[in-house]
Structure formats: C-alpha cells, structure tokens
C-alpha cells in the first residue's frame, strides 16, 4: 500500500505562535505599570508615550521556554537604570552604587515582568534566570510585541520578542 | 521578637521583603539561595528556627520548590510557616509549591499590605503590627 504524504502532518507540525497572538500591548503595559508601582515606588508610574532614542543602553531579560519560546527584554538608558536601582533599594541604597547593583535589581524588574507575561501566555513554560547586558536581537519582526514608556521622562522599553526566526514560506 | 530567613538570589528582592519585615517587627536573616538557606537553618538550634521562611522560586543552586521539599523532609524543621514570595503566577506552579509544603504565596509584584494580609492569615503577625 502506498502512503502519500499530504504535507498534512508537517503542516500541522509548521505552525507556531507568534507573541502577537498571545498578549496584546495593553496587557504588556499593565504588568509593567504593576511591577513599577510594586518595586520602584508607588508614586512611580510610566507613561505610555515614547521617548528619545536611548542612549548608552543597557537591557535586562528572562527568557520564557514553552508554547511560545523568546525573551522579556526591558532595554533603558545605563544611567537610568542606575536611577532605577536607587529607587528600588530606597534606603538601602549604597552611597556608591556598584555595578552588581544595578544588574540585580535591574534583573530583578525584569523577572517580574517577565514572570507574570510568562503567566499570561496559555500553557506551561518555563522561566530563566534574568540576565543582564546587551538585549538579544530579535530573530522575527512579525513575532515582536513592544511597548515604549517614559519612566522620569526617561525611555523605557518592554519587548517581548520570539526566540525563533520565521517560518519559511511554503 | 519573631524571626523571619528570606531567600531570594536577588540582593534588592531581599532588602525589600527583609524591610517589610522589619517594619512589621520581625528580626530577619538572609540567604541568597535554596542551599544556603539550608545551611543557615542547618547552624540555628531548634529554638532559634524562624518562625517565617519567605523563599523565592526561581534561583540558582537551589530553587525555592527544592529548599521547600528538603525542609519538610527534617522533622526539626516542621515548626516553620513556609511563604514562596514569586513571580510563578501559574496556577499550576503555585500548586506544586503549596504540595510540596508552603502554607502561603505572593505573588511578584507585591506590595507591603499583601504581605501582612498573608500573615494576618497565618497568625503570624507580631503584637506590635496588630496594634
């Protein structure tokens, strides 16, 4: 008996979510809003316009494995999140901030951002440990939801982004 | 005065839940992960135990739902109230966290209110926070 390969199965295999599908700007924006106003200071909101281009950027991000597999990435100006992690450790502050603060607590807002999108998302994925530096690039324009804010008139940006490249056209 | 160990690999995580405490009246000790946590338990004699461990989920060496798991498996240890402070919002994880033996969870991010509302919850709120 022969068996002809409809593309059926591979088809069905072939298709994949992009973010965009998933969670939508306002949510990304809501979650931020939460983190910000939990963690930097309840005075602290973002505004949802955007600002300059950065400059000297720094990024922060957790990466989600599952259904959907990418990054949160929040991406501000070095000096900015050093002013983020000031806000954050409030008086625990060090008169001399190190670089090991900033990337903790800069990390750390990335966490729970990229924590509670990860809860968003419909199945079960797991969550890295945020990292700090320069953001990955993203691999699929079309699998990209971004938000840009203004935090102290400062640009913040909030990029969920695929990890995968886009699927060859068929 | 109630004693509270709270494991987070992030410094500032823990400066902010370890003053939240303090402002509520507890003495608190730190660690930075599942492990050392262990280990901080592992030098306290049994009426120096905590009477609240507040631990993370996502860390390196030793993640909350394993320091959870090794603490419910020492007898000494029993006595302590277990609340995962995490940004693990999944149902599903939060499941796993209370089976394995937490009593209670926050999820990130929190504020100080939610987390005298948990432990209101518990009874674990000392004297002086109730007043």
């Not at chain 1, 965009?20 to 200071?41: K, N, P, R, S, Y």
């Not at chain 1, 804010?149 to 969920?160: F, K, N």
């Not at chain 2, 007898?75 to 033996?101: D, K, N």
């Not at chain 2, 987390?115 to 209101?120: E, H, N, S, V, Y």
Request: charged share 25%.
């Amino acid at each position: 008996m022969t068996t002809l390969d409809t593309g059926e199965r591979r088809r069905g295999a072939d298709v994949r979510p992009v973010i965009t599908e998933l969670i939508d700007e306002a949510t990304v924006e809501t979650i931020a809003q939460d983190a910000w106003i939990a963690l930097v200071g309840e005075e602290e909101v973002l505004v949802p316009l955007p600002g300059e281009p950065v400059i000297d950027p720094l990024s922060s991000w957790v990466d989600v494995v599952g259904p959907w597999t990418g990054s949160v990435v929040l991406t501000t100006g070095r000096r900015t999140a050093e002013e983020l992690t000031r806000a954050l450790l409030a008086e625990h502050s060090p008169e001399v901030l190190e670089h090991e603060d900033v990337v903790d607590a800069f990390g750390e807002i990335a966490n729970v951002v990229g924590g509670n999108v990860k809860a968003a998302l419909p199945g079960s994925s797991g969550l890295s440990l945020p990292d700090v530096g320069d953001a990955p690039a993203p691999r699929n324009p079309e699998d990209v939801c971004r938000v840009d804010l203004l935090w102290r008139g400062e640009t913040v940006s909030i990029s969920v982004q695929g990890a995968l490249p886009a699927l060859p056209a068929h | 005065m109630m004693r509270a160990l709270v494991i987070d690999d992030s410094r500032a995580m823990r400066r902010i839940v370890s003053g939240i405490l303090e402002g509520l009246g507890y003495e608190t000790q730190q660690a930075g992960h599942g492990r050392e946590g262990l280990d901080v338990l592992g030098g306290l004699e049994r009426d120096q135990l905590p009477e609240l461990v507040c631990v993370d989920w996502n860390m390196p060496v030793m993640d909350g739902l394993q320091f959870v798991s090794a603490v419910r498996s020492n007898p000494a240890w029993r006595s302590m109230t277990i609340m995962m402070v995490t940004s693990e919002s999944e149902h599903t994880q939060i499941v796993r966290a209370l089976a394995a033996g937490a009593h209670e969870y926050v999820i990130k991010p929190f504020t100080a209110d939610a987390i005298r509302d948990k432990l209101a919850l518990l009874g674990l709120l000392p004297q002086e926070a109730v007043l």
